[in-house]
């Protein structure tokens, strides 16, 4: 599956946008009660980290309104397989092509050298630059631009060149989760190795990794424009940032304001990403439009934010949302799965009220507790499913009433044949 969302640690913890599940590949059933009971070592802090990781990547998927209209598209996606319809085939590459786009290839990611973080060295250097898609046929698309941030150490070695893709917007948000529980453990503790541990895993393996700048991008974009220095700081403000990016409508973002004399080299690519609603820009551009009066105060408030980009209140934001949200039900007119798609619409919706439209109304560990909790994967889990091949799904279809563990096995079946239909197109 392209899109999955892998954790840090690739072998241990994933979330599948696809089939919704969170899957802990080395941990056990028994693993995850321990991590969320009441110790207080390094391995259960890690892995509560982890857990809470991979639930924001669930709960930004259900709860905001570019992850329902994902789903949409992957619900109707997955239906055009299912009826064996080819002139519905075209629904499965419209969603294999967004699916791409929440990485973007890996071509425009550029590795130039490796760097290895000690403490006491200089913070990296950034610049931020623009580039253009390809199309099918190999030529540029010079209508469709996306954001890159390159970054260089303090005595000007090429590290890495960037796009700021939605998917690193979904990862700051996790990796805030991350750390907000390790620094809550490292809170409780009195011991100096700890705090020298958790620095180092913070600095070393978070924000100044560059094998993982997917994780970090959106982190130095808020931390630098800001103009802040506490990683741990900067966080939740990213988070807000990110979180209100996904959730903004697209006439919202098509009338954002463009105030940097810097941007003028760029000619008409920021308003050909907002018009496209690249979401990576639009999430600089709302922050770079609020920099001047957050380094005023000193201290962020969203409804500032909204201000200086010109934007209706929060609640008038809200509302907005969730009117586009509920429309989404009206787009689905399918009798396969239907059932299990509305059930994770209305989830997301009422995750969406608690949540508010920057996700910082209710907290990840009260989701761990409630009725909201992602289906979960563990490496000791059994396939529950009666479906073995894509066959038996078709003897039973319509798809009116089945299990979440039926579900898993239809949308990772389905999954694996849109993506062949997907590498054989135009062949």
């Known amino acids: 599956m392209v899109g999955i969302f892998p954790n840090l640690y690739y072998t241990v913890a994933s979330y599948s946008p696809v089939t919704t599940f969170i899957s802990f590949e080395a941990l056990k059933a028994k693993d995850w009660q321990a991590a969320l009971g009441q110790s207080t070592n390094w391995k259960h802090a890690e892995i509560r980290g982890i857990i809470h990781h991979e639930t924001r990547h669930y709960v930004d998927h259900l709860s905001t309104l570019w992850g329902q209209t994902n789903l949409l598209s992957l619900y109707k996606a997955m239906n055009a397989r299912l009826s064996l319809n080819e002139t519905r085939f075209s629904e499965i590459i419209n969603y294999k092509k967004q699916e791409r786009e929440l990485h973007f290839a890996d071509y425009y990611h550029e590795l130039y050298n490796g760097y290895v973080w000690r403490k006491g060295t200089a913070n990296w250097d950034y610049r931020f630059s623009s580039g253009f898609r390809y199309r099918d046929d190999g030529s540029s698309d010079d209508t469709r631009p996306i954001m890159f941030v390159r970054f260089f150490t303090s005595d000007g070695l090429s590290l890495s060149r960037v796009p700021v893709s939605i998917a690193s917007l979904f990862e700051t948000n996790a990796v805030f989760q991350e750390v907000d529980v390790m620094g809550k453990y490292i809170a409780s503790q009195v011991s100096n190795k700890e705090l020298d541990k958790f620095n180092s895993w913070l600095m070393g393996s978070l924000i100044y990794n560059n094998d993982r700048t997917i994780y970090n991008v959106a982190g130095h974009i808020c931390a630098n424009l800001l103009d802040i220095k506490d990683p741990r700081e900067a966080f939740p403000i990213c988070s807000s940032l990110a979180t209100l990016t996904l959730n903004l409508p697209h006439k919202l973002v098509e009338m954002l304001p463009l105030r940097d ?167």
């Open 261 to 427: 004399d810097e941007l003028k080299v760029w000619n008409s690519r920021p308003r050909d990403m907002l018009r496209n609603h690249e979401h990576g820009f639009v999430f600089f551009n709302l922050l770079n439009n609020y920099k001047e009066k957050y380094r005023s105060v000193k201290r962020f408030n969203l409804q500032d934010l909204l201000a200086e980009n010109g934007l209706p209140t929060e609640q008038e934001i809200a509302e907005m949302v969730r009117v586009e949200l509920i429309n989404l039900t009206r787009c689905y007119n399918e009798e396969n799965l239907q059932r299990y798609f509305l059930d994770l619409h209305q989830k997301g919706l009422e995750l969406f009220n608690l949540r508010g439209i920057d996700g910082s109304g209710y907290d990840i560990s009260k989701i761990l507790a409630s009725t909201y909790i992602p289906n979960i994967r563990f490496a000791d889990s059994k396939n529950g499913s009666r479906f073995k091949e894509l066959f038996d799904v078709f003897k039973e279809m319509p798809l009116t009433d089945i299990t979440h563990e039926d579900f898993f096995q239809i949308a990772t079946l389905t999954d694996e044949r849109m993506d062949s239909l997907f590498q054989i197109r135009g062949i």
